[in-house]
């Protein structure tokens, strides 16, 4: 499992894009988000980097916890 902070990440809109962004990496991947602890959870099997590149191009700044 992949484990983020996104600080930038404020309001139930940032929530859906950055989960819209996670699922256009895979679609068959689980997200869970925690807005309360900026928490973003990915479970995939594709490479992590991915998952950072497409968060940041939604506009977020993901660091990468663990
Ligand atoms: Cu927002």
């Not at 989960?19 to 992590?48: G, M």
């Amino acid at each position: 499992m992949y484990s983020f902070r996104v600080s930038d990440m404020t309001c139930g809109h940032c929530v859906a894009t950055v989960e819209k962004a996670v699922k256009s990496v895979d679609a068959a991947a689980s997200v869970k988000i925690d807005l309360a602890n900026i928490a973003v959870e990915i479970e995939s099997t594709k490479p992590v980097a991915r998952f950072a590149e497409a968060i940041e191009e939604a506009g977020y700044t993901p660091l990468l916890r663990g």
